[in-house]
Nanobody, 126 residues
Framework: QVQLVESGGGSVLTGGSLRLSCEVS????????VGWFRQAPGQARLGLAT????????DYAASGKGRFTISQDSAKNTVYLQANNLEPADSAMYYC???????????????????WGQGTQVTVSS
C-alpha cells in the first residue's frame, strides 16, 4: 500500500513562493501517477499537476501552467510542487495523491486517485 506524506505548506505574502513536498513510499520502484491537488473551503478539489514516476512525464491544468511546476527526486522518494507568484486565491489545502496508471497519461481528475496524503495548508495574504 502506497503511503503519502505532504509537507512544506505555510503562510506567504502575495507574489511569494513555496515548494511543497510529497514523500511517496516506493516511488522509485513502482509505476505510479502522482498528482498535486488543492481544495479551498466550499470549493471542489482541483487538479494542478501530475507526474508519472517511471517516465517523468508531466501534465498541468491550464489554470496552474506557468506558476506551478511538478518534479520528482526518485532517490528521495519525493514529488515536489514548486508554486511561484502566489496569490490569495491560491490559499487552500494542498494534497498529493497516487494511483496506478490506467491510461496513457496521468489524469488530473481527483476521482481517478485512490490514495491520498493528509494535506498541507497554504495561505497567501495580501
Amino acid at each position: 500500500q502506497v503511503q503519502l506524506v505532504e509537507s512544506g505548506g505555510g503562510s506567504v505574502l502575495t507574489g511569494g513562493s513555496l515548494r511543497l513536498s510529497c514523500e511517496v513510499s516506493s516511488l522509485n520502484s513502482t509505476n505510479l501517477c502522482v498528482g498535486w491537488f488543492r481544495q479551498a473551503p466550499g470549493q471542489a478539489r482541483l487538479g494542478l499537476a501530475t507526474i508519472r514516476s517511471t517516465t517523468g512525464q508531466e501534465d498541468y491544468a491550464a489554470s496552474g501552467k506557468g506558476r506551478f511546476t511538478i518534479s520528482q527526486d526518485s532517490a528521495k522518494n519525493t514529488v515536489y510542487l514548486q508554486a511561484n507568484n502566489l496569490e490569495p486565491a491560491d490559499s487552500a489545502m494542498y494534497y498529493c495523491a497516487a494511483n496506478a496508471p490506467t491510461w496513457g497519461y496521468c489524469p488530473l481528475a481527483y476521482f481517478e486517485y485512490g490514495t491520498w496524503g493528509q494535506g498541507t495548508q497554504v495561505t497567501v495574504s495580501s
